[in-house]
């Protein structure tokens, strides 16, 4: 029988050649990501196919446009059963006593030795020895002032005197105040709470008068993390004993006046949304939250851990309004070697308004260099995560490299096999 002998250059294509040809098709990263409409936010997160960003499928039960959600506003429905109050009784001179408050009791010729410096109890009372307990929580002064000569007439202490009590604030306390609505963290928060060297009275002996600044609306909202970017801050509410008021905030945005007014322990504000992403409020003010914390990865061929990227707890933590490509600046995955320029990097993020997450991948270098980039260019929220991708040139390299790494690893044993 014939044997016949194929030539090896009969085949156009060697071996080696098919395998790196397979293993340069996947040097372009994968897929891009899908996502469910309902997780899309923000007009940033959306590219389309022309702007030549990758950009998966957005999976919708039901055909929607494009784009993010279009703006609505209403009334939180909790609201129909309180009262609704004018600004001007809830906002006062000096801001309602709570717990923890230091007053100053003056008692006209006091023998019983009932004047001193007093603290407002957990339940909202003053108690001076010998006198049953008054109220003060959610008073002012002046009610206070009134009740407690009220009782030292009746237990004969005091004359029917005008100024026979005199009480004077010495420092406002910290209140427990209940945020929820668009809030970043909504929950409980402690607003106007002092450090042990920001005291009153303490080392300055006997004083009078206390501004708490930070016991306001505004400081409460900013302790449950910030409003958020879908918040409504023409119509913020303020629920205090059965009534509510509306409050304008968006001149602390803006750069306006605002009727901030004070806090007492017990309320509770409310931050509507408008389930729209509102672009004026994706940066530090008195009502957003000042810095950002982010999760960063750029474990690219130039840079193969975090440690050598320079990513760390300073590169992580951003200013709030902060940009994808700004962070991507940070994380070292923009410059060096244009062979490493064709990367592409993807943004993890979360619906602040629903809790979906979504995925949004971008070539880096076209955020660069096309003049349209602001478009593209999603704002970072808290939590987010940022992966930086090699480029499909280092794809390319590491491909050869398992080749080469693969043939020089069998060619011995070939040779081995022929010489037996």
């Known amino acids: 029988m014939r044997r016949s002998n194929v030539p090896f250059s009969s085949n156009p294509y060697p071996p080696i050649v098919l395998a790196l040809a397979f293993l340069a098709s996947a040097c372009v990263s994968g897929p891009a990501p899908s996502n469910h409409r309902a997780s899309l936010y923000a007009p940033h997160q959306t590219a389309g196919s022309r702007t030549g960003h990758p950009e998966g499928a957005w999976i919708a039960s039901t055909p929607t446009g494009r784009g993010a959600p279009t703006c609505e506003?209403?009334?939180?429905?909790?609201?129909?059963?309180?009262?609704?109050?004018?600004v001007g009784e809830f906002a006062s001179q000096t801001p309602p006593l709570a717990p923890g408050d230091r007053l100053s009791i003056?008692?006209?010729?006091?023998?019983?030795?009932?004047?001193?410096?007093?603290?407002?109890d957990s339940d909202g009372s003053v108690r001076l020895r010998g006198v049953p307990p008054t109220r003060a929580g959610g008073g002012s002064l002046l009610d206070l002032e009134t009740a407690l000569r009220a009782r030292l007439l009746e237990a004969g202490v005091i004359k029917p005197l005008r100024n026979a009590v005199t009480i004077s604030l010495v420092e406002s306390a910290g209140v427990s105040v209940a945020v929820a609505g668009a809030v970043f963290d909504a929950k409980a928060v402690r607003a106007g709470e002092r450090t042990p060297e920001s005291r009153i009275g303490l080392k300055e002996g006997d004083v009078s008068g206390d501004?708490?600044?930070?016991?306001?609306?505004?400081?409460?909202?900013?302790?449950?993390?910030?409003?958020?970017?879908?918040?409504?801050?023409?119509?913020?509410?303020?629920?205090?004993?059965?009534?509510?008021?509306?409050?304008?905030?968006?001149?602390?945005?803006?750069?306006?006046?605002?009727?901030?007014?004070?806090?007492?322990?017990?309320?509770?504000?409310?931050?509507?949304?408008r389930r729209c992403f509102d672009e004026k409020l994706m940066r530090p003010t008195p009502l957003t939250p000042p810095g950002i914390r982010v999760y960063m990865s750029n474990l690219t061929r130039s840079a193969n851990n975090n440690a050598g990227a320079a990513i760390g707890q300073v590169t992580t933590s951003l200013p709030y309004g902060t940009r994808l490509l700004q962070a991507m600046v940070a994380a070292n995955c923009v410059g060096g070697?244009?062979?490493?320029?064709?990367?592409?990097?993807?943004?993890?993020s979360r619906n602040p308004i629903n809790g979906r997450s979504v995925v949004v991948e971008r070539d880096i270098e076209k955020l660069v260099r096309e003049a349209d980039r602001d478009n593209y260019d999603p704002f970072l929220m808290p939590g987010d995560a940022i992966a930086c991708y090699d480029s499909r040139w280092t794809n390319l390299t590491e491909a050869i490299g398992v080749v080469s790494q693969g043939v020089s690893t069998v060619t011995p044993a070939l040779l081995l096999e022929n010489a037996l």
Do not use: C, F, K
């Open 73 to 86: 506003w209403a009334v939180p429905r909790e609201l129909e059963t309180y009262q609704r109050a004018n």
């Open 211 to 273: 501004a708490n600044v930070s016991r306001s609306v505004s400081a409460a909202i900013r302790a449950a993390g910030g409003v958020r970017p879908d918040a409504d801050v023409q119509r913020i509410y303020l629920v205090r004993d059965g009534a509510y008021v509306e409050l304008d905030l968006s001149g602390l945005v803006h750069g306006w006046g605002a009727q901030d007014i004070s806090v007492t322990s017990g309320d509770r504000i409310i931050v509507p949304s």
């Open 106 to 120: 003056r008692v006209l010729g006091d023998r019983d030795g009932l004047t001193g410096t007093y603290v407002v």
């Open 337 to 348: 070697s244009y062979m490493q320029s064709d990367r592409r990097a993807v943004l993890i």
